[in-house]
């Protein structure tokens, strides 16, 4: 299965964030999925990109044209996609992927999971989305949903199709257990 994770060209000031990298890659790796993500070599993008690849997993890298003029790609991707615009990145990533984890991040991956939270809302896609919520970092998002519940702007049911796992091992299960049976990974 395609799992795109959303995450930054930086590495955050906790190391924890690059533990849980290298644990996201071995998860994806280890169990046959591809890696669909922002094609960087640099941050917790890069981290990630070798962990899923030293675990013998494939990773595709979706990069717009300003990024490769930087030589800003992973150099060891299985796939490279080349886009336009960060728009157009965005659209790709959410159309290649089976399921959606949003790692913590910046800008940029608040408004890609933001998409996605958008089109399970629309009912355009049904496809898991998990917000790792390391050490509480997507708590003040959760609680932004929560209070567009309570004033009427969201529906509770719109809010419960987005899942905040505490850990890799709650967002892989969480994935592995919302996807139909025959996508399911066998173990």
């Known amino acids: 299965m395609n799992i ?9 000031d906790d190391q924890m964030y690059v533990f849980e990298a ?6 994806i790796g280890e169990n046959g999925h591809k890696l669909v993500y922002g094609g960087s070599k640099i941050g917790l993008m ?3 990109a070798d962990a899923v690849l030293e675990h013998k997993g494939e990773v595709i890298g979706v990069e717009p044209t300003f990024f490769l003029e930087q030589k800003m790609q992973h150099d060891r991707l299985t ?7 960060i728009e157009e990145r965005r659209a790709k990533m959410i159309e290649l ?12 991956t608040l408004g890609e999971i933001a998409e996605v939270i958008s089109q399970k809302k629309l009912g355009r896609t049904e496809k898991p989305a ?5 050490e509480g970092f997507y708590d003040p998002l959760k609680a932004m ?5 309570e004033e009427g702007f969201l529906d509770k049911t719109d809010f419960q199709k987005v899942f905040f796992a505490k850990n ?20």
């Open 4 to 12: 795109t994770v959303f995450l930054g060209a930086n590495m955050g």
């Open 22 to 27: 290298k644990s996201l890659g071995k998860w």
């Open 46 to 48: 890069g981290v990630l």
């Open 79 to 85: 796939q490279l996609i080349e886009t336009e615009t």
């Open 97 to 108: 992927g089976d399921a959606f984890i949003a790692f913590p991040g910046g800008t940029g």
């Open 130 to 134: 998990v917000l790792l919520n390391i």
């Open 145 to 149: 949903l929560s209070k567009m519940v």
């Open 168 to 187: 890799v091992d709650s967002a892989a299960w969480h994935i592995e257990h919302s996807l139909p049976r025959q996508r399911r990974n066998p173990r």
